[in-house]
């Protein structure tokens, strides 16, 4: 099973910070790895598919990259709404896992 | 728009049984691989079963092997999952999503495994 592990767990930020979250793979699986964000009482939403690739609807603000084992989002100028816990899925290798989360607090 | 909308959630005693639902709209879901995730109270998210576009293939999470079965009935644009033997940890909001890379989620529906 490939484990997801992303750093940092939570990230106390301010408004218009730029924020990077990292999502670690123990193996590698390909470029199938997907970010979603979801806020309390809410079903996740996904930000970015297949490592980069930007989602209709989503702020441009959000954006991915990765190679190898290593995957990045990287929200530049963080807002207000985007208080939420982020998480990582990878769909490349079964089982399909997910990251641990990460709650960034504005 | 697109939609997935689930049912079914209840409360059940260990070791009994439910069947979720997942009924789709707006695309095209003959065309579409389909998961079923869940998220324990405070939890993250856990991918639970996985079934191809035809039915032919199917992929569980080592958690719920021959415990769940995941189904579809293309017809009617409808995605199943079958619980049985539940426990205490399978307590969790359910999800069913459009893989592979989910980006259609429903807004979950609630399973509470509690004597």
């Known amino acids: 099973e490939i484990v997801l592990t992303q750093s940092p767990d939570f990230q106390s930020v301010t408004p218009k910070e730029k924020v990077t979250i990292t999502c670690r793979a123990s193996?590698?699986?390909?470029?199938?790895l997907h970010w979603y964000q979801q806020k309390p009482d809410q079903s996740p939403k996904l930000l970015i598919k297949f490592t980069s690739q930007s989602i209709s609807g989503v702020p441009s603000r959000f954006s991915g990259r990765g190679s190898g084992t290593d995957f990045t989002l990287t929200i530049n100028g963080l807002e207000a709404e985007d208080a939420a816990t982020y998480y990582c899925?990878?769909?490349?290798?079964?089982?399909?896992?997910f990251g641990q989360g990460t709650k960034l607090e504005i | 728009q697109m939609q997935l909308v689930e049912s079914g959630g209840g409360l059940v005693k260990p070791g009994g049984s439910l069947r979720l639902s997942c009924a789709a709209s707006g695309f095209t879901f003959s065309d579409h691989y389909m998961s079923w995730m869940r998220q324990a109270p405070g939890k993250g998210l856990e991918w639970v079963a996985h079934?191809?576009?035809?039915?032919?293939?199917?992929y569980y999470a080592d958690s719920v092997k021959g415990r769940f079965t995941i189904s579809r009935d293309n017809a009617k644009s409808s995605l199943y999952l079958q619980m049985n033997s539940l426990r205490a940890e399978d307590t969790a909001v359910y999800y069913c999503a459009r893989a592979p890379s989910k980006d259609v989620w429903g807004q979950g529906t609630t399973v509470t495994v509690s004597s």
């Open positions: 899925h990878q769909s490349g290798s079964l089982p399909y896992t």
């Open positions: 193996q590698y699986f390909g470029t199938m």
């Open positions: 079934i191809s576009s035809t039915d032919s293939s199917t």
